[in-house]
């Protein structure tokens, strides 16, 4: 069993969408994603520098557009069940990646969506001065308790023994300041406390605009940041899209939920190579690719093939 999983937000690097632009059919899905949205994805892609693909209102809507081509030119005409590929998950605002790739969302909604997402976080964000920072190793109720007495929140549970906390930036510095026994911080390069009580104006405002979207049932297995569950319903999944911005991403339950399903191999759409080097150390056994060039296109129809 095969299926697809789509990064999040810290996963593009400056000009990483210019090789994949010579393929007119990926270009193509850029610019109908570039006019729906009304955002510079091309421009963004490939001469923007590291600080402005950085800015939450620019780096969500840019690694869903660079998710979804990548798929579209994957499957080339296919959808993920007629391709033979059993599901999907995302990590953060890759699960709005993943909407489109199940059918929730049409491409056009799903740009539309994650453009309304990432100015409503950016504006969350920018309410108060916060950060996030990597915890790497150390028994998961002690790291808790750490961030409990500084007052941050685990945002993401990678698995592997890495929690992502997310808080003040005041709470963040004195985490670096002084680590837990057995454990490294290392700060992270992001705009604010994301998956944190911090989003909670984001929360409001995303809700409010998903009450007038019309989704359908996802078309293959789709499994939900929120418990690392299968979801059936595309209403229910948006509604967890939505509570999802200030709840905990549990990556770590969702790569358990898939290899309990039977999952035997992964392939990451771009910009591909972070959640394949977290499953190389959660999912063993697990055959993994990462589609970081539009060289690897062949390889990854090869994995298809074998494992579907």
């Known amino acids: 069993m095969i299926v697809v999983v789509c990064p999040g937000q810290g996963s593009q690097t400056p000009g990483f969408l210019a090789p994949w632009l010579e393929l007119s059919s990926f270009k193509a899905s850029i610019e109908a994603q570039q006019e729906a949205s009304g955002i510079d994805l091309i421009g963004h892609g490939t001469v923007s520098d590291a600080d402005t693909i950085r800015d939450t209102s620019v780096a969500q809507p840019l690694i869903l557009a660079a998710g979804v081509a990548t798929l579209s030119e994957l499957l080339s005409g296919s959808t993920l069940a007629t391709a033979g590929i059993a599901g999907v998950a995302g990590h953060s605002v890759g699960e709005i990646t993943a909407a489109v790739a199940a059918g929730v969302f049409t491409q056009e909604q799903g740009i539309q969506f994650v453009r309304e997402r990432g100015n409503a976080m950016a504006k969350a964000a920018a309410l108060e001065v916060t950060s996030m920072a990597a915890v790497l190793g150390g028994e998961q109720a002690a790291v808790e308790a750490r961030l409990a007495e500084l007052e941050l929140e685990p945002a993401n549970y990678n698995g592997g023994g890495q929690i992502v906390a997310a808080g003040s930036a005041a709470g963040i510095a004195a985490l670096q300041a002084e680590p837990l026994a057995g454990t490294r911080v290392i700060p992270l390069q992001v705009a604010g406390a994301f998956h944190t009580r911090y989003m909670a104006p984001a929360v409001a405002t995303l809700d409010a605009y998903s009450k007038g979207l019309t989704v359908s049932n996802p078309s293959v297995k789709l499994w939900s940041n929120n418990g690392g569950r299968l979801v059936t319903s595309g209403s229910e999944f948006v509604s967890l899209l939505v509570s999802q911005v200030k709840s905990p991403v549990r990556w770590d339950l969702t ?26 150390r959660s999912m063993p056994g697990i055959e993994t690719l990462a589609i970081k060039t539009p060289e690897q296109l062949e390889a990854a129809r090869t994995l298809i093939a074998n494992h579907a």
């Open 255 to 280: 790569m358990a939920a898939m290899v309990e399903a039977g999952v035997t191999a992964i392939i990451e759409v771009a910009p591909a190579g972070t959640l394949v080097g977290l499953a190389k």
